[in-house]
């Protein structure tokens, strides 16, 4: 019978979620925060409840005024899912239909009496990106009438035919909040509230009002060289149901949890809004994490970057919300997501290890401790330190020294020791007591 690996770091035993992985998790922030590398708040949720929420930076800068659970952040693109969820709803009760065409709306719109609701949602109506065009950045800070957009958008060249393709436009949801305020004679913003923020008790998440309106709106920066400078303040009367939204992670987590457990859409509508096209949902993508499906949304603007992801088979949510970022968000995405379903990550934000050749000759191979039966491998992967035990998943060790290495969420160190003749050929695991391991190959 093989014997298991006790230790935490390499054999990560199947237990309920405990204060280790608590510390985990806070590694993690801790390291990203005092490193610079990310201002902002995260949540991670199961069943819509919470397993780990954390903020870390300054909602402001400029009035030293720390972000808290309070803090209300933009989620940019992730708005298209509430739009989409609302239009969907109409769709339900034959407001609207998927085969609507634009012309009912705005019939002086390039493609109009061929565009459809459904290309709206998609993204496969062929309407030009506004964003992408060169003026957008001279005119974004200024408030904009549904009148004025119209006619902006009514200037540009379509880039394909509809249904031809699917490329991302920020134009098509636009038109989509224009639409669900023509059709149930409300404002968008009481539409979100009506439908989706007080059904599902969301009290932070709405369109969002000026920053300087609200002290809880936390204000947006980029990383400039060695300081946070802070961003320009789109009008939220542009992007409207395509990203002028805020919110908090906690909240976003509950949302797309009761989203998918049926509170806000049918079955049938859910399928709708989930089916990939292309590679396009309707307001929503589908991306992998291993062998696991997730569904979710990125959203930018500004400076705030935001995340949201769900996981169907297993009703795990995580949410991320930014202010100011300086790192990869993937890479935080993937560290969160390694605590929970204990998978091999790096803490983000700091540098990760490289080997000298020199290193890498003596420190790789196969080491073993008799008393516990355990057979360690240590060997490279993209310049990255990986320590793998029998049957177990390959772990990620940040590199202190050339003869340290560590996993500094679990407090787990390896340290490698030189024989007579210079050669490593064992090493020392330490987790609150030493192991000693004898190189055998």
Known sequence: MKKRFTLILLCFNSILFAQNNISAFDSIMNAV???QKFMGAVSLCKNGNVIYSRAVGFSSIENKRQADAQTLYHIGSISKMFTSVIVHQLLEEGKLKNDTKLSAFFPKLPNADKITIAQLLNHSSGLFNFTRDSNYLSLCSTYHSNDSLLRMFSRFKPSFQPGEKNDYSNTGYVLLSMIIEAVSKH???DEIENRISAPLHLKN???SPAIKDDQRIASSYSRESDRW??????????PQGAGAMISTPVELCTFITQLFQGRLLTDSGLKSMTTMERGYGRGIFQFPYG??????????IDGFVSMLAYFPDDSVSVAITSNGIDMNKNDLLLALLGVYYKKPYFIPGLQKPTLSAASAKSIFGKYHNSQIGMTITISEK???VIAQAEDQDPIVMEKVSDLEYEFKPEAIKITFKKDS????RSFILTQGRDINFEKIE
Do not use: P
């Open 33 to 35: 925060d005092k490193y």
């Open 382 to 384: 993209d310049g990255k």
């Open 291 to 300: 062998k696991r499906i997730t569904f979710g949304h990125t959203g930018g």
């Open 421 to 424: 003749n210079g050669e490593m």
């Open 187 to 189: 404002r968008l913003q």
């Open 205 to 207: 998440t709405s369109i």
């Open 229 to 238: 400078l802070k961003e320009i303040e789109t009008d939220m009367s542009i």
